[in-house]
């Protein structure tokens, strides 16, 4: 290699996702992504590596939409390739974003084809379902004719450094060329670990998705020479996440204690929660403690209860955040065991840059191409929740059930459910018979059961299996 060869690897960038309701939030999203735009034209970087999410949403907003576009033209015009591939929260049916990008020139979509930069071959693996990782066919993959150094992109959850369903060390084995670097996006942490010869990292995600996030949020600059691979990692500067405990001990200073608690920090424009511990008998307005958060400039105010009771002889601990709500709705989705036409809908409601005129007509076209693309023929299988998410991601048809697990038998018994209306019989005011006329309703009768057609009632389909 004759020259240094100096790469960013961002991911995770979910521009596009208004926290805690916050259009503020919003755009410190995308001023962080725009941070490392701006320090990979200043260091002349050779190439940028996005490892996925780079929108929170598979359905961006125009605006987003266009701010992302002004970012990569930055990139073109200091000549600088970004090299990208999909993540699960942007992924569509078809045609991705990164796919229009693309065709505009402004990014380049990563896959089984090597991308040469100089002698090093990029390869990507957009995210795949865990329903597919077992039958994930390596052999598509193209040889590099010649080259020092092979990277390998991919946005997963792998071990051994999270929980996951996919190893590095089985993709490592699996691809038909030495992987000496893999660059990974989705989970948000920075890592970095070797496993065998090849270094595996995660760079982070750019903005805090969550409370829990609290370290510093980073990418990685990947410098590749004759020496080898260095990966170092650089901190992003973001909006400041401030936890305040209070411990509740006096029922009549509650309030004197918080407000003191909280004039011990500089709050002014921060996300700020306060978290209450302590005697779980005393009373607490949430809605007094955010209203004092925000006549102190705080950006986004938060209360998080952390206080025990005691229910019949149970111990509980209660968390509650009432600025927080996404985190809270993400996981109940989870615990609902919906269906692939379930999500699609619940998408559709609480898509805020819908007006809620449209919610209807949304439904009814998005909810018809799913009817569309499902094959009546064949019976219809049911997948776990984690499944259905990848099938309406990936558009795939009709997926075979996998083996029989708790959760299936579970969402079985859920999602069986038929949307039948039961014949509902009317009982009708008791009449003096008419013997004369009763004839004449009996010949009338059977003349409209003869006019009447054989298949009076049309097929419906039964919606209650896709909800």
């Given at each position: ?26 755009q410190?999203?995308l ?12 260091m ?5 590596v ?23 033209s ?12 999909v ?6 049916q ?37 329903s597919?990782?077992?039958?994930y066919?390596?052999?598509v993959?193209?040889?590099?004719l ?32 030495h ?11 920075y890592?970095?670990?070797?496993v ?12 805090r ?50 407000l ?12 700020v ?19 004092m ?10 209360v ?14 209660v ?5 927080d709500?996404?985190?809270a ?14 999500l ?11 007006p809620?005129?449209?919610?209807s007509?949304e ?13 009546f ?11 259905q998410?990848?099938l ?6 009709n997926?075979p ?9 579970v969402?079985?018994e ?18 003096k ?5 009763s ?27 896709y909800?």
């Amino acid at each position: 290699m004759d020259r240094e060869i100096k790469i960013i690897h961002t991911a995770d960038t979910h521009i596009g996702y208004r926290q805690y309701h916050s259009d503020v939030r919003r755009q410190d999203f995308l001023q962080a992504f725009s941070t490392v735009i701006d320090d990979a034209i200043k260091m002349q970087s050779d190439a940028v590596v996005h490892a996925g999410d780079l929108f929170d949403s598979r359905t961006p907003s125009l605006e987003d939409i266009l701010d992302t576009m002004k970012l990569f033209s930055r990139l073109k015009e200091a000549d600088i390739p970004l090299l990208a591939i999909v993540g699960n929260h942007e992924s569509k049916q078809s045609t991705q974003w990164l796919d229009l990008f693309e065709s505009m020139g402004l990014a380049i979509r990563l896959g089984t084809v090597p991308y040469m930069l100089e002698n090093i071959a990029f390869y990507g693996i957009d995210s795949v379902p865990r329903s597919k990782i077992p039958l994930y066919d390596f052999s598509v993959f193209e040889e590099p004719l010649a080259s020092s150094y092979n990277v390998l992109v991919m946005h997963q959850l792998m071990g051994p450094i999270t929980v996951s369903e996919w190893d590095c060390a089985s993709v490592i084995g699996s691809v038909p060329f030495h992987v000496d670097v893999m660059l990974l996006g989705d989970y948000h942490k920075y890592e970095k670990i070797i496993v065998g010869d090849t270094w595996v990292t995660y760079c982070g995600s750019t903005e805090r998705n969550s409370l829990a996030e609290e370290e510093n949020r980073s990418y990685n600059i990947i410098t590749i020479s004759e020496k080898g691979i260095d990966i170092s990692r650089r901190n992003i500067l973001t909006r400041e996440f401030l936890r305040i405990p209070v411990t509740i001990r006096d029922p009549g200073k509650v309030y004197e204690d918080i407000l003191s608690a909280v004039k011990e920090h500089d709050v002014n424009s921060k996300v700020v929660f306060v978290e209450i511990s302590g005697d779980a008998n005393v009373s607490i307005s949430h809605a007094e403690i955010e209203e004092m958060l925000l006549s102190r400039n705080v950006l986004v105010p938060g209360v998080r209860d952390l206080r025990k009771v005691n229910e019949d002889g149970l111990e509980l601990s209660v968390s509650i955040s009432f600025y927080d709500p996404d985190e809270a709705i993400k996981n109940e989705i989870k615990n609902m065991h919906l269906s692939t036409g379930g999500l699609l809908v619940d998408e559709i409601v609480r898509d805020l840059d819908l007006p809620k005129t449209k919610v209807s007509d949304e439904a009814e076209n998005r909810l018809g191409a799913l009817l569309q693309v499902m094959d009546f023929s064949k019976p219809i299988t049911l997948t776990p929740l984690h499944e259905q998410i990848s099938l309406i991601s990936a558009g795939i048809e009709n997926e075979p059930a996998l083996s029989s697990s708790p959760e299936a038998d579970v969402i079985k018994e859920t999602e069986r459910s038929i949307i039948d209306v039961p014949e509902v019989k009317v009982s009708e005011p008791e009449k003096k018979p008419d013997t004369a006329g009763s004839e004449k309703q009996d010949e009338k009768h059977d003349e409209k059961k003869q006019k009447a057609p054989a298949h009076a009632k049309p097929k419906q389909y039964n919606l209650g299996d896709y909800f």
